[in-house]
């Protein structure tokens, strides 16, 4: 089993921090998971608010700015100010949504980035983030610029960030 690591930095995270990647034995497909003890709504409030995604993104790419509603939901449309070679803001559409369980969205690429939320008790959730090239408009595209080993260290990084961020603001 694959994982980032991030050491903890600061008073309030002292231990090691670490992501899993997940064999999803698809030539298209990238995930990885983590646990963050944390209730699932209090996950999902991150992952639906658009103007947090800068905050907790591993792969350096979004840069915020989000344009579009504060929650978002099914078919929600938002945007990002962006960074890879050059800046640039990118249109995004929720198209997988059930609540405190699973969101997913897409860019006119129509490749997905995937959060799914599995409840492990009232105060500890495990988060898989995945990467769908297979819903690309060509997903042998993507191969031709990396993105799916890219996105595949990206989602480790994220999913790391974001159990740190949730966890560290639960303490406050």
């Known amino acids: 089993m694959a994982g980032f690591l991030i050491r903890g930095k600061g008073p309030k995270v002292t231990a090691q921090v670490r992501a899993t990647k997940i064999d999803t034995g698809q030539k298209y497909v990238r995930s990885g998971k983590i646990i963050i003890d944390a209730p699932a709504a209090t996950i999902f409030a991150y992952l639906t608010d658009p103007r947090k995604h800068a905050d907790f993104d591993g792969s350096g790419t979004v840069k915020g700015n989000a344009r579009g509603p504060e929650v978002l939901e099914l078919d929600s449309k938002f945007g990002m100010d962006m960074h890879m070679v050059a800046n640039y803001r990118i249109k995004n559409t929720v198209k997988e949504f059930d609540q405190d369980r699973l969101i997913a969205w897409c860019h006119p690429g129509h490749h997905r980035w995937r959060y799914q939320l599995i409840v492990i008790n009232e105060n500890q959730t495990e988060v898989i983030e995945t ?13 031709l610029i990396n993105a799916y080993d890219k996105n595949e260290i990206a989602i480790l990084k994220t999913l790391v960030r974001l159990k740190q961020l949730v966890e560290s603001e639960q303490l406050v």
């Open 131 to 143: 990467f769908d090239g297979s819903t690309a408009r060509f997903p042998p595209a993507l191969k």
